[in-house]
């Protein structure tokens, strides 16, 4: 079953506005985190915030976590045109610590 | 830097055959992962390795195999190809306690 569900499933902005994406998920986890794919291409940790974290910084990626309501965001500032790319959330499943569940992603698409 | 490799990027083979995928990572990882990434469904875990010779299964297995017979490689087996099994798959590994997980470039199979 889907975990983390990601919201909105596209979004289109110009080069040098923020970004801002949501994930939803249903259970109760012991981190998020968000990662990036390039069309066609594996994906690449972006960034990951604990249970007990509210929001995480790095570089011009801003994420928060709201446990209370079981969902994250995912702002990018000033972005650009390489930022373009399918964003997506991922939680932990459980006591494998490793084992995650994705969500269907959000498909950014930034115009120069 | 980590690094996954995976067998090829693209695939092409028909219905019934056996086909196998490559998965090889060069960082002493305990822990590697197949998932397949269709439009709409995000990624889905099929199966994962712990350690050489040892399997478990994610959440879709049916229809595939996998060994792990070194630590550095684990290949994924569809035992007989079918349509319904045409789709992007990812490799990924990760340390064993740790949850950031290292991706593959991809391999988009086709089934005819």
């Known amino acids: 079953s889907q975990q983390g569900e990601e919201d909105p499933q596209a979004l289109s902005i110009q080069e040098g506005e923020n970004a801002t994406m949501n994930c939803s998920y249903k259970?109760?986890?012991?981190?998020l985190q968000w990662y990036r794919q390039n069309s066609g291409r594996g994906l690449v940790h972006l960034i990951l915030i604990r249970s007990n974290e509210r929001e995480k910084h790095s570089g011009r990626l801003r994420v928060t976590l709201d446990t209370s309501k079981k969902s994250s965001s995912l702002l990018i500032t000033a972005s650009r045109a390489a930022d373009t790319a399918s964003y997506f959330c991922?939680?932990?499943?459980?006591?494998?610590?490793?084992?995650?569940?994705f969500g269907e992603g959000t498909q950014l698409t930034v115009n120069p | 830097d980590v690094k996954v490799t995976q067998s090829s990027r693209y695939l092409v083979k028909r219905t019934g055959e056996k086909v196998f995928l490559e998965c090889v990572q060069d960082m002493d990882h305990e822990n590697m992962f197949w998932y397949r990434q269709d439009p709409g469904l995000g990624l889905r875990l099929i199966y994962f390795?712990?350690?050489?010779?040892?399997?478990e299964k994610g959440d879709i297995p049916e229809g595939y195999s996998v060994s792990r017979e070194k630590k550095e490689r684990f290949s994924l087996i569809l035992e007989s190809a079918s349509t319904n099994q045409t789709s992007m798959y990812l490799c990924?590994?990760?340390?064993?306690?740790?949850?950031?997980?290292?991706f593959g470039p991809g391999t988009r199979l086709t089934v005819l």
């Open positions: 390795s712990y350690d050489v010779k040892m399997k």
């Open positions: 990924a590994s990760n340390l064993y306690g740790s949850y950031e997980q290292f």
């Open positions: 259970t109760s986890i012991n981190n």
């Open positions: 991922a939680t932990d499943a459980g006591a494998s610590g490793s084992r995650l569940t």
